[in-house]
Nanobody, 119 residues
């Protein structure tokens, strides 16, 4: 069974940095696009950044120039480097991956990791 596990969240001051990681495991044949989403209290989940299997990237306008998504295909892991963090970046961050198990492709989600930006 495919599982995605995020790590790296926490409390950081405005202007600080955090690096999130998300490792996929379990019955993986290949992974296509991977991405990071976030959900703040009282708001809908929104796309933060996505990266294709060929490492093409796209970002939400609100994080362009501050966040960088990358992946290590040898480790089935996607990263999100977050710099110049702002209080409005506070949210639960979720990773997802479009995974082919060799039986059927599907989109899988991690359990989420809390990021809090506050002084």
């Amino acid at each position: 069974q495919v599982q995605l596990a995020e790590s790296g969240g926490g409390l950081v001051q405005p202007g600080g940095s955090l690096r999130l990681s998300c490792a996929a495991s379990g019955g993986i044949f290949s992974i296509y696009a991977m991405g990071w989403y976030r959900q703040a209290p009282g708001k809908q989940r929104e796309l933060v950044a996505r990266i294709s299997s060929g490492s093409s990237t796209n970002y939400a306008d609100s994080v362009k120039g501050r966040f960088t998504i990358s992946r290590d295909n040898t480790k089935n892991t996607v990263y999100l480097q977050m710099d110049s963090l702002k209080p409005e970046d506070t949210a639960v961050y979720y990773c997802n991956g479009d995974v082919d198990t060799g039986i059927a492709p599907g989109r899988y989600w991690g359990q989420g990791t809390q990021v809090t930006v506050a002084s």
